[in-house]
């Protein structure tokens, strides 16, 4: 779906702070930034990926992404621990913007709380309407 000009895929959730996550078959959570905050950020030049290990909570500082405009932080939608953080983003950051909902992806992450935290995070449709409100 789209909410004015901004690319929604129907299939992951949301946060308020514009990260998404998919939950894969294992019950492993892989997250990224949507294609807003990719779209806010401009031009991606570098992103302190997340190493393998590393204790996330959700809602609190991930990593940061930096931009020619900015350095942003990204949120964990969810808790748990870093299986693994997209290494790829370290020589070609762009991905990030180029390719927001696919190789630009951010990290892996093994969730520890992933029922009620899920329910916290938005649908596709609700994030659209929130969309709307920031737009």
């Not at 809602?59 to 350095?71: D, L, R």
């Not at 520890?112 to 938005?122: A, K, R, T, V, Y």
């Amino acid at each position: 779906m789209k909410v004015e000009g901004i690319v929604v895929p129907e299939n992951l959730v949301y946060s308020k702070e514009h990260e998404w996550a998919f939950i894969d078959a294992k019950g492993l959570v892989r997250v990224g930034i949507s294609d807003y905050a990719q779209k806010e950020l401009h031009e991606v030049v570098f992103v302190d990926v997340p190493t393998q290990g590393v204790q996330v909570k959700q809602m609190e500082t991930m990593c940061t992404a930096e931009s020619v405009k900015a350095v942003s932080e990204v949120f964990s939608p969810v808790s748990g621990e870093v299986v693994e953080g997209n290494e790829e983003l370290v020589l070609n950051p762009e991905l990030v913007n180029e390719d927001p909902y696919g190789r630009g992806w951010i990290a892996l992450i093994k969730p520890s709380n992933l029922q009620s935290e899920i329910e916290q995070l938005m649908t596709p449709q609700a994030y659209g309407e929130y969309l709307k409100t920031v737009l």
